[in-house]
């Protein structure tokens, strides 16, 4: 009898080979002074890469896989998502399309980047899939997909394809695991980027340190931006916040996330203690200046 795995093997191993073929034309090697990252073409003449690798300053270009290279400028970057989006002159280049799908716990993915131009393949397992987040910098994730795979700092930006073939993300570091960015959050955010060149975020004008209280936890303010929103309601210097929107505050990491783009302009309670005494505030989050 006829070992199967003698058919399924080879057509799996063809079938992997063929999806990087097709998809390797719209992957590049990323320089940025002495940072190297992965990127895709996102959409002509505008290229998606993850933003923890890229430089701060400097020159940036791009490699394809045929060895030519390009110049590139910045467009665009979030810190929060993870997510930087480049300019280039496009040419004939050819961009991905990018899928919505979330993939299922246990499906095979590969990621494709690139290595000084050189197009490199790996293939993986989705090892976590859960509900939309929020980073630690306070970005909202539409999906929380982890990956196991061994991932070089160079080859964060990398596509990520599913078993079909469809791009369904990308592959960043993450704290001790391999993240997928989802599609739908690199157009959300892409899309923003592409037309402001920022996200937008919210902004209180405070400089907060945590304190553990008899009865939980607390923000103690330990400045105050005078020409802020914090200011205009009357918060002050050595307050101490308990409360954000008749709920107990959770920490001070869980307010900041709650500084998100859509958080502009909305009106929220804050309970405060000030010398001991109880004091209730109301706050209009402005948007945060630019760097």
Do not use: C
């Given at each position: ?14 079938a992997?080979?063929d ?20 990127g895709f ?20 270009s791009?490699?394809f ?13 979030d810190?929060?998502?993870d997510?930087?989006l480049?300019r280039?002159?496009a040419g ?5 399309a990018?899928?919505?799908i ?17 197009t ?11 509900s ?15 990956l196991?795979?061994?991932l ?6 990398g596509?990520?394809?599913n ?6 993300g990308m ?7 391999i ?14 980027l ?21 009865d ?23 307050d101490?916040i308990v409360?954000?929107?008749?709920e ?5 990491r869980?307010?900041?996330r ?17 010398a ?11 948007e945060r200046?630019?760097?």
């Amino acid at each position: 009898m006829t070992d199967p795995t003698a058919r399924i093997l080879p057509s799996l191993s063809s079938a992997l080979a063929d999806m990087v073929a097709r998809t390797k034309s719209a992957i590049v090697s990323v320089h940025s002074h002495r940072s190297r990252a992965t990127g895709f073409i996102w959409k002509p003449g505008l290229i998606v890469t993850a933003d923890e690798p890229l430089a701060d300053e400097g020159e940036v270009s791009i490699r394809f896989p045929d060895g030519s290279e390009r110049p590139a400028s910045i467009a665009g970057r979030d810190h929060t998502t993870d997510i930087a989006l480049l300019r280039f002159d496009a040419g004939n280049s050819t961009p991905v399309a990018l899928s919505p799908i979330v993939p299922d716990l246990g499906s095979l993915a590969v990621v494709i980047a690139a290595e000084q131009g050189v197009t490199t393949a790996a293939l993986g397992m989705i090892s976590l899939v859960g509900s939309r987040w929020r980073s630690m910098r306070g970005g909202e994730i539409d999906a929380r997909i982890e990956l196991d795979v061994r991932l070089r700092r160079s080859h964060e930006g990398g596509l990520v394809l599913n078993a079909s073939g469809e791009a369904i993300g990308m592959a960043v570091q993450g704290v001790r695991r391999i993240l997928v960015i989802p599609s739908a959050t690199i157009d959300r955010i892409a899309a923003r980027l592409e037309i402001h060149g920022r996200i937008a975020r919210g902004y209180l004008g405070l400089g907060l340190q945590p304190v553990e209280l008899d009865d939980g936890l607390g923000a103690m303010v330990m400045s105050v931006d005078r020409a802020g929103p914090a200011a205009a309601a009357g918060i002050r210097q050595g307050d101490i916040i308990v409360g954000w929107n008749n709920e107990k505050l959770s920490g001070v990491r869980s307010l900041l996330r709650s500084l998100g783009p859509d958080s502009i302009g909305s009106v929220v309670d804050v309970a405060i203690r000030r010398a001991g005494e109880a004091v209730q505030v109301r706050l209009t989050i402005g948007e945060r200046p630019e760097a």
